[in-house]
Nanobody, 120 residues
């Protein structure tokens, strides 16, 4: 099983980016998926989470600006980031609990990070 994060880049303040996190390989289902971010020398922080039934939650610092969603047919979770600020600059990581077989518990997987830079 692999998680592939993509969509990062450089954008000016106020701009938008959409990150994607695609799961591939053999598995039964995907439970909760989350986006985290991290800057050098700082702890990784939770940005947003979406459960298997589509319930979402957000860190206060992105509420109203970021939207997490999922496409179960594509095994992909998205993070739409609008009204980006310089302080949103970070490496963004996706994390998913992936159920390998029916009736099994989920196993946590991390994708490689994707850099988001917000600067004028």
């Amino acid at each position: 099983v692999q998680l592939q994060a993509s969509g990062g880049g450089s954008v000016q303040p106020g701009g938008s980016l959409r990150l994607s996190c695609a799961a591939s390989g053999g598995f039964f289902s995907i439970d909760a998926t989350a986006w985290y971010r991290q800057n050098p020398g700082k702890q990784r922080e939770l940005v947003a989470t979406i459960t298997s039934d589509g319930s979402t939650s957000y860190a206060d610092f992105v509420k109203g600006r970021f939207t997490i969603s999922r496409d179960n047919a594509r095994n992909t979770v998205y993070l739409q980031m609008n009204s980006l600020k310089p302080e949103d600059t970070a490496v963004y990581y996706c994390n998913a609990d992936i159920v390998p077989f029916r009736y099994w518990s989920g196993v946590s997987y991390w994708g490689k990070g994707t850099q988001v830079t917000v600067s004028s």
